[in-house]
């Protein structure tokens, strides 16, 4: 089982960014994601999750408005959509997946983590 995060980079405030989690080695259909983000010095938060459905999705009060997540499951993909980026989005983005059935809103539901992916927005 393996998670692939990627789409971070170089931003301006206020542009976009695409994150994509790529999932290989499930068994069974592409499972519950969540996005998760670390800033230097502070601790992994949960930024969003997205269940089997696309009208199942969570996002954090941060980027309410602001972000985006989707899922194609004929490409084992799930996409995190990022506007108007601002300063404090900066950070590694994770994502994992919890295959249990339920849209991970905390690291220890959890079950396998992808490497992360930089993304760093400049003021």
């Known amino acids: 089982v393996q998670l692939q995060a990627s789409g971070g980079g170089l931003v301006q405030a206020g542009g976009s960014l695409r994150l994509s989690c790529t999932a290989s080695g499930f068994t069974t259909d592409l499972p519950d994601i969540g996005w998760f983000r670390q800033a230097p010095g502070k601790e992994r938060e949960w930024v969003s999750c997205i269940g089997k459905s696309d009208d199942n999705t969570r996002l954090a009060n941060s980027v309410k408005g602001r972000f985006t997540v989707s899922r194609d499951n004929a490409k084992n993909t799930v996409y995190l959509q990022m506007n108007s980026l601002k300063a404090e989005d900066t950070a590694v983005y994770y994502c994992?997946?919890?295959?249990?059935?339920?849209?991970?809103?905390?690291?220890?539901?959890?079950?396998?983590w992808g490497k992360g992916t930089q993304v760093t927005v400049s003021s």
């Open positions: 994992g997946a919890n295959t249990l059935g339920t849209c991970p809103r905390v690291e220890w539901a959890i079950d396998y």
